[in-house]
């Protein structure tokens, strides 16, 4: 879908802001591009669509090389998201939402149900929110319409620049949250940017850790957790890397690693239950969950003893 081939882009002060930067996203998935402030990862991201242009290499979209389209062309099938939602001051929430499709002529019967169908779906009323202006929405609110907008035109592709960065901790919980579980996101291939390492290990199929505009590695959360590439990647995790792993790693993962027997007596888990909520199963139970179908019975120690197992097989092995 998006083929991103040996691009650099410099500005004023000579230094490469991306160097020689080369990955590929598949149709359908969501590549978050993670990194401090400063590593190419926004720079990345206003070239796919053509707000910067690169001093070297080519961009692809479904083959075809971005620079042989006009940017308005090109832009008109990309939603794009940024951090303090870029929304009209003066147009109403409903105003906000239409501006692409009314860019691209649609009738005004089809516009408006677009537009009402997408504030349904990220809880905002129409009753209540269609003719308001932005400065009177929360900034979960103001978010929720950035998205609605972003999303109007139905674009298969969407990109996002630190979207929810501008939220306070618990709005920004929340919104995600919302975001993971909107039906809208299914077939869209995502490219979002943060500098959140939770934010990304939750919302990302695959991520590509940056830093000084080089790719540093790229693959799922496991990959990154269990087997990093250098020194940087596996630093720069350090400080979450037990809630990483409890939340990346799912008890179909572990099974094999796990010994305790018996009935079907507790909480019954699913395979794919990561073990950051088993552990939240087994401490608010105060008793033993079983994994579904398969009569073991599952404790804090076993847990912690199964996943010490797991890493210790794929440290040396290089897979579990």
Partial sequence: MIKVSHVSKSFSHGKNAVNDLSFEVQPGETLVLL???GCGKTTTLRMINRLLIPDQGEIFIQGKS???ETPETLRRNIGYVLQNTGLFPHYTVLENISVVPQLLQWDKTRIRSRALSLMEKLRLPPASYAYVYPQQLSGGQQQRVGLARALA??????LMDEPFG?????TRISV???????DELNSKTIILVTHDVEEAFELGSRICIMNEGRIQQMGTATELLFNPANDFVRHFLDKQR???????????DIWPYLDGAGGMAGTILSADT????TLENLTRDKASSSFRGEGKHLDGNILMNAITAYKKTVSQHGHA
């Fill in 274 to 277: 990561n073990c950051w909520d």
């Fill in 153 to 158: 035109a139905d674009p298969p592709i969407l």
């Fill in 35 to 37: 990194g401090t402030s």
């Fill in 242 to 252: 037990l809630e990483l792993e409890l939340k990346s790693l799912r008890l179909r």
């Fill in 166 to 170: 501008a939220l306070d901790p618990l």
């Fill in 176 to 182: 995600r949250k919302e975001f993971k579980l909107l």
């Fill in 66 to 68: 971005i620079s042989t």
